[in-house]
């Protein structure tokens, strides 16, 4: 596997369930994002993650609860979420926190809260 | 807070004509300015970037965009679209120094290329 794996690419979830979604980087990064894609609104950053630990939470609900075990690998708790969370939610990893190094994106997960 | 501001939000263009979109931020301090493209059933990837240096930069696939801190615009370009170039194009923007690697996007622009 090369580059940024996401899993999984769909979920549906009703409310009141608890889910994760994995990010998995091949690239030797130390710097990891999360990313919210939902219609029609530009790409929102959500949590960035640099040598496991967190930088940066864009005042992000607490029922989206990030988790940074090592470089390599990125999880989103998910629980009690609602319907205005559905939306494409992307990972990307980076060399660094310098606003030069390029970000590598995922697939994407599709969500969809019932 | 920076923002940035796509003001095509769909093109239409046939193949061989010239391709301009337009990208517009709002920020006073130095800044990285990106292009990411994303093809149908792709990830986003990596157009072209601007750091510093030369306002005009080349991408990959014959794309180029210009840098003018003037009108805080960095517009993408293509002399001769192809069919290939079919994908939805995000322009996006982080603070230059110290201000870590947050990117800020657009709302992307879906061009479609006709044969």
């Known amino acids: 596997e090369t580059g940024v794996t996401q899993t999984p690419r769909h979920l549906v979830m009703g409310m009141t369930n608890k889910k994760s979604l994995k990010c998995e980087q091949h690239l030797g990064h130390n710097a990891m994002y999360w990313y919210k894609q939902s219609a029609k609104k530009p790409l929102e950053l959500m949590f960035v993650y640099n040598f496991k630990e967190q930088t940066e939470n864009n005042s992000v609900p607490s029922r989206f609860s990030p988790e940074c075990p090592n470089s390599s690998h990125l999880f989103l708790h998910l629980h009690t979420l609602q319907p205005e969370d559905s939306a494409l939610y992307l990972c990307a990893s980076s060399l660094g926190l310098a606003g030069t190094y390029e970000q590598y994106f995922g697939p994407g997960t599709r969500l969809t809260v019932t | 807070a920076q923002s940035v501001s796509q003001h095509n939000h769909h093109v239409i263009l046939s193949e061989a004509a010239s391709l301009e979109l337009g990208c517009n931020y709002s920020?006073?301090?130095?800044?990285?300015l990106f292009w990411y493209v994303q093809y149908p059933g792709q990830h986003l990837q990596l157009l072209l970037k601007y750091f510093s240096g030369d306002p005009l930069v080349k991408g990959i696939k014959g794309f180029e965009a210009e840098f003018i801190k003037s009108k805080f615009s960095f517009n993408l370009r293509k002399p001769s679209v192809q069919w290939s170039d079919t994908a939805e194009y995000f322009c996006a923007v982080n603070v230059g120094s110290g201000g870590g690697n947050k990117l800020t996007f657009g709302t992307g622009t879906q061009l479609k290329v006709e044969l």
């Open positions: 920020y006073g301090g130095t800044v990285n």
